[in-house]
């Protein structure tokens, strides 16, 4: 009898960052990020964002708040939402250079260059004509 094996997925410090300021800075849900990125556990996610919070000292929102808009969210400091923003605009250079690239690229390279792009990168070349 075959067991059905579960492929063991590591993912990076920066993807695991990326993930968890969208779900404490950005305030999107834990499953929306989930399968915008690819991911299959939710569960694993949640483990990620407990970890960042309880190292930085800092009480989960519960999500029922974070709709009101009188709600208390996380105030980062100044120097962190500068980096932020900085990560971000390297992000945006980034995949804006893909897409470039991708536009140029042969079939070869373009296959390659599919299979290292995150899902929503795919869905907005599909969106935009350019794949």
């Given at each position: 009898m075959k067991r059905?094996?579960?492929k063991v997925v590591s993912y990076s410090k920066n993807f695991k960052d990326r993930v968890i300021y969208a779900v404490v800075r950005d305030g999107f849900s834990i499953a929306?990020?989930?399968t915008q990125?690819?991911?299959d556990s939710e569960n694993m996610v949640r483990e990620w964002v407990r970890e960042f919070m309880k190292k930085r000292g800092m009480t989960r929102i519960p999500r029922t708040l974070t709709k009101r808009k009188?709600?208390?969210k996380v105030l980062f400091p100044e120097s962190v939402n500068r980096q932020f923003k900085r990560y971000e605009e390297m992000i945006m250079y980034q995949e804006s250079m893909i897409e470039a690239m991708f536009e140029v690229a042969d079939e070869?390279?373009?296959k390659k260059l599919l299979e290292r792009l995150s899902p929503s990168q795919q869905k907005r070349l599909k969106r935009t004509g350019r794949l």
């Open positions: 059905n094996v579960k929306s990020v989930c990125e690819g991911i009188d709600a208390p070869e390279t373009k």
